[in-house]
Nanobody
Framework: QVQLVESGGGLIQAGGSLRLSCAAS????????LKWFRQAPGKEREFVAA????????YYTGSVKGRFIISRDNAKNTVYLQMDSLAPADTAVYYC???????????????WGQGTQVNVSS
């Protein structure tokens, strides 16, 4: 069974930092690009960040550039999202997503985690 399990969310003050983790099992981790999405109440799920199989390429949505860093450790089957300078607008449920290399999927991969809540107080 494929599982992606996020952790590291919580309540944080504006300007603070959190590091989210997503541990994967049931897949050959190094064959997948890893991504983070988030969904705020009343809004659609949006792309946040992505990282290539080797970790050599990363991409971020404009609102988090310079504040968030995505990384991965293939030996640990884990992808991370370091979030600095957090603001109330970052409040959302954050989801991990895995996309198989060579698949026809444009942005979203097949597998999702259950999400971890991030609440940023003003």
């Amino acid at each position: 069974q494929v599982q992606l399990v996020e952790s590291g969310g919580g309540l944080i003050q504006a300007g603070g930092s959190l590091r989210l983790s997503c541990a994967a099992s049931g897949i050959t981790f190094s064959n997948y690009a890893l991504k983070w999405f988030r969904q705020a109440p009343g809004k659609e799920r949006e792309f946040v960040a992505a990282i290539s199989r080797s970790g050599g390429l990363t991409y971020y949505t404009g609102s988090v550039k310079g504040r968030f860093i995505i990384s991965r450790d293939n030996a640990k089957n884990t992808v991370y999202l370091q979030m600095d300078s957090l603001a109330p607008a970052d409040t959302a449920v954050y989801y991990c997503n895995a996309k198989l290399y060579g698949s026809a999927d444009w942005l979203r991969g097949k597998y999702w985690g259950q999400g971890t809540q991030v609440n940023v107080s003003s």
